[in-house]
């Protein structure tokens, strides 16, 4: 007999699948993913991304029929990120009401009205010929004060082609409560603001830059938070729900399980993650050879996120995922 007497077992909730599934603590749901996706302006079929396989720039027609999946699928939500065919200082593609992001959202809520939540990230970085998520000062900082009056735009500009929620993400101060205030004065009350709060300078972007053809040089440290800080993501996420954020969501995930932990434990309001872009690439990489049970270690990745505290989480997986948990 065990030292720890005959009574202690918990290999015996393990017993059948059945039993497991019962004493599950944590779901993983259609409903909490959200698919991130790109659509490209000028181009007359889907591109992959070499660095993010199973991904695709879309058309604005092969966009479309992804976002239908996604509904059929039950996802939470679509994530638009937009890839202009031309750049410049201040990223006016952004604003432009014929901009591909601003028509790309109101092809996509055409089609699918409110069967899925459709979000928009709001950021400049897309847009600009620097790669920067703001303008720059003419000593080339990032001006922070002058970006929150074009993400305040920029918002006007996505409400009027009817998207459900905005998702900014270049961490600007005081961003949420700007874009709130532009909204609300313009009479879009309705329209809620997914903020990327703990947004750190992350490695793990890598493969979303050639994604969306970032012309970046350097790096976004004067703006994304350190990783080396835990607190802070908690007092960025904090400040968001004061100035008006519907959700919060910390980003990367993998790496910042215990923020997305302690922003969990911090706020009142759902609390998003994102499964960014390089956590995708590794997997695969590992999976295409052979070193992983892919199917295995997706679920496995995105439940966790969810058992740190993540109510829903942004995936590239969302719709395969979708599919395996109706299996
Ligand atoms: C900025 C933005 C980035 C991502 C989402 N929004 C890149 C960055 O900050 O450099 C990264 C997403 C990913 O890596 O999957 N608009």
Same mark, same amino acid.
């Given at each position: ?23 599950? &603590? ?18 007359? &079929? ?10 695709? =720039? ?29 750049? %410049? ?85 005081? =961003? ?47 703006? =994304? =938070? ?9 007092? &960025?996420?904090?400040?968001?729900? %004061? &100035? ?23 706020? %009142? ?59």
């Amino acid at each position: 007999m065990s030292h720890l007497g005959p009574v202690v077992r918990p290999r015996r909730l393990r017993t059948t699948a059945a039993l497991r599934r019962m004493v599950a &603590e944590t779901s993983l749901e259609a409903r909490q993913l959200i698919l991130p996706v790109f659509v490209r302006e000028d181009i007359s &079929e889907p591109q992959p991304i070499s660095s993010m396989p199973g991904v695709v =720039q879309h058309t604005r027609s092969s966009l479309l029929a992804a976002v239908s999946e996604a509904a059929s699928l039950g996802l939470g939500g679509v994530m638009l990120f937009g890839i202009p065919a031309s750049k %410049d200082a201040t990223g006016s593609g952004a604003l432009d009401p014929a901009g591909i992001l601003n028509v790309a959202i109101a092809d996509v809520v055409a089609e699918v009205g409110d069967a899925i939540t459709v979000m928009s990230d709001l950021c400049l970085d897309e847009f600009t010929d620097h790669g920067h998520c703001g303008v720059l000062t003419p000593d080339g900082r990032v001006d922070n004060d002058r970006t929150l009056e074009l993400y305040a735009e920029m918002a006007l500009a996505h409400a009027a082609a009817g998207v459900d929620m905005v998702g900014p993400s270049g961490m600007m101060d005081g =961003q949420v409560g700007a874009i709130r205030e532009a909204l609300d004065g313009a009479g879009h009350t309705d329209i809620s603001i997914l903020a990327y709060s703990a947004k750190y300078a992350s490695a793990f972007f890598g493969p979303f830059r050639e994604a969306v053809g970032s012309s970046l040089e350097g790096d976004r440290r004067t703006y =994304q =938070q350190d990783s080396a800080n835990a607190v802070e993501g908690v007092r &960025e996420a904090l400040l968001d729900v %004061d &100035e008006g954020a519907d959700i919060v969501m910390v980003k990367p995930a993998l790496a910042y399980l215990d923020v997305i932990r302690r922003v969990r434990d911090a706020v %009142d309001v759902p609390v998003a993650a994102y499964n960014v872009s390089g956590e995708y690439a590794m997997l695969e990489a590992a999976a295409a050879n052979g070193w992983i049970d892919r199917e295995l270690a997706i679920l496995e990745t995105l439940l966790s996120i969810r058992r740190a505290g993540a109510d829903v989480v942004l995936t590239y997986w969302a719709a395969e995922a979708a599919r395996l948990l109706a299996r």
